[in-house]
């Protein structure tokens, strides 16, 4: 079965520090997403992705956040400054279809920001 | 705003067991329905879609009122390896890419 694959599975880095988390998606999809969950909280949409640009983010997704496609393959979140509070699981998902919730989510990256 | 409400649980059955778990949904333009499950520090995966007319996948029901703005899942026959957290899940309206609002959960253990 095609896997969403996500690098590391789990990133140490200390506040103020850029990380860059990875994602392969699945390599037919078009469709891409990054999702988050803190411990012991529910999962949280961040952002949305299609055709090389942002389809919808959320509030969460601010300034310090990025994404990129940076070639056919791989689907990139970045945080720029870290901060504690952005200790969490971030998944990243990908659709065949968009918009039918069907998606495959990869096994996550923790992230501990300290 | 919540936009997702469930039950946190936790729910502890024996196997054979059937159990129920009940979600609201807040916002009236929701539009696509879906019980997810959650394993311990694992990924969101799909369990089941949830259809207006309801729907049936094997052990599982999935029951969704529009009217009443709630999904509900029903496990017959529980098994161990049924135990996880169970995730109601709605896409709203006007989303492009159909962003997914989650709740927060409902965790079941299934015990021998």
């Known amino acids: 079965e095609p896997e969403v694959t996500q690098t590391p599975s789990h990133q140490v880095t200390q506040m103020g520090q850029e990380v860059i988390l990875r994602c392969v998606p699945i390599?037919?999809?078009?469709?891409f997403y990054w999702y988050r969950q803190i411990l012991g909280q529910k999962v949280e949409f961040l952002v949305s992705f299609y055709n090389n640009e942002i389809s919808e983010k959320s509030e969460i997704f601010d300034d310090q956040f990025s994404v990129e496609r940076p070639d056919g393959s791989n689907f990139t979140l970045k945080i720029r400054s870290t901060k504690l509070e952005d200790s969490a699981m971030y998944f990243c998902a990908s659709s065949g279809t968009g918009g039918n919730g069907g998606y495959t989510f990869g096994s996550g990256t923790r992230l501990t920001v300290v | 705003r919540k936009e997702v409400e469930q039950d946190p649980g936790p729910f502890n059955v024996p196997e054979g067991a059937t159990v129920a778990f009940n979600c609201t949904y807040s916002?009236?333009?929701?539009?696509?329905f879906f019980w997810y499950r959650q394993d311990c520090r694992k990924e969101p995966k799909l369990l089941m879609s949830v259809y207006s007319s309801g729907n049936e996948d094997g052990r599982f029901t999935a029951q969704l009122n529009r009217a009443s703005q709630y999904i509900s899942l029903l496990i017959r026959d529980s098994k161990l390896s049924d135990s996880a957290t169970y995730l109601c899940v709605v896409i709203v309206g006007g989303s492009t890419l159909g962003r997914l609002y989650f709740g927060r959960g409902t965790q079941l253990t299934v015990w021998p």
């Open positions: 916002n009236s333009a929701s539009q696509s």
């Open positions: 390599s037919n999809h078009l469709y």
